[in-house]
């Protein structure tokens, strides 16, 4: 039987249009092959590990936007996993998956770092329904449904020009706008003030480069002010806009 996906327009995806990745990582081989079913089903791209040092090591190669992640394992538990990758990659959003009557094991994984879990026995649908939200919540993707540009809190709506922070709207003048949806469309990647002045205004500014930094402040005062920081200046290098910590 042929492996369906669901139609293009309700997939998530990174913000390059390829497919999200998630990491699975349980020591049960029917249960990794039901969770990548199912997880394919939504267009994304699933790599499976059987053991923690299998999983460290698929989430160097494999640099997925979500992990699946039980906590028992042969060689080492989900908790060092979760240390050794985030060590690697502080941002990945990690959902563990335990057993029904071990609370201390939820309440470890969570303190840990972990940001979700769901018990054991499961439901397919609600597993993917968290790794949804986990990546909408904490990482970088957008519906291919819509214009919708989401970077950790902060979302931009290509179509409509509506900007928010959480849940307060953002007015911006139509250079800002411009200025933060190509800063949302290179999450995580540095951009220099060459590479801002080429997209945002379109040629070279000469000596005036310092219209970049002029309007990453107002940028600052409007999406920044008073909350976590999500710009941030690389000294010789450019500017970078992340989820805030």
């Known amino acids: 039987m042929t492996e369906k996906t669901k139609p293009a327009a309700a997939r998530l995806q990174r913000l390059d249009g390829s497919p999200v990745r998630v990491l699975v990582v349980?020591?049960?081989?029917?249960?990794?092959?039901?969770?990548?079913?199912?997880?394919?089903?939504?267009g994304w791209e699933v790599r499976a590990a059987g053991t923690g040092m299998d999983a460290v090591r698929a989430a160097r190669e494999f640099?997925?936007?979500?992990?699946?992640?039980?906590?028992?394992l042969p060689d080492f538990d989900g908790l060092?996993?979760?240390?050794?990758?985030?060590?690697?990659?502080?941002?990945?959003?990690?959902?563990?998956?335990?057993?029904?009557?071990?609370?201390?094991?939820?309440?470890s994984g969570l303190t840990a770092g972990g940001d979700d879990y769901v018990t054991k026995?499961?439901?397919?649908?609600?597993?993917?329904?968290?790794?949804?939200?986990?990546?909408?919540?904490?990482?970088?993707?957008v519906s291919a449904s819509d214009s919708?540009?989401?970077?950790?809190?902060?979302?931009?709506?290509?179509?409509?020009?509506?900007v928010m922070r959480g849940s307060e709207e953002i007015h911006l003048t139509a250079t800002e706008f411009e200025l933060l949806r190509y800063l949302m469309r290179n999450p995580k990647r540095?951009?220099?003030?060459?590479q801002i002045l080429d997209r945002v205004w379109n040629y070279d500014f000469g000596g005036q480069a310092n219209v970049v930094e002029l309007y990453i402040?107002?940028?600052?005062?409007?999406?920044?002010?008073?909350?976590?920081?999500m710009i941030h200046t690389?000294?010789?290098?450019?500017?970078?806009?992340?989820p805030a910590a």
């Open 26 to 42: 349980d020591d049960e081989a029917n249960l990794t092959e039901l969770l990548g079913m199912a997880l394919r089903y939504e």
């Open 217 to 229: 402040s107002y940028l600052r005062k409007k999406i920044d002010a008073g909350r976590e920081p």
């Open 63 to 72: 640099d997925p936007d979500a992990v699946v992640l039980d906590m028992m």
């Open 121 to 141: 026995p499961f439901s397919l649908e609600e597993v993917v329904a968290r790794v949804r939200a986990l990546m909408r919540r904490t990482t970088i993707a």
């Open 234 to 242: 690389m000294r010789g290098a450019g500017y970078v806009l992340k």
């Open 190 to 194: 540095v951009l220099s003030k060459a």
């Open 148 to 162: 919708v540009l989401v970077v950790g809190d902060l979302t931009l709506d290509e179509d409509s020009h509506e």
């Open 80 to 107: 060092e996993v979760l240390r050794r990758m985030r060590s690697d990659n502080s941002n990945v959003p990690v959902l563990f998956l335990t057993a029904k009557d071990a609370v201390e094991d939820r309440v």
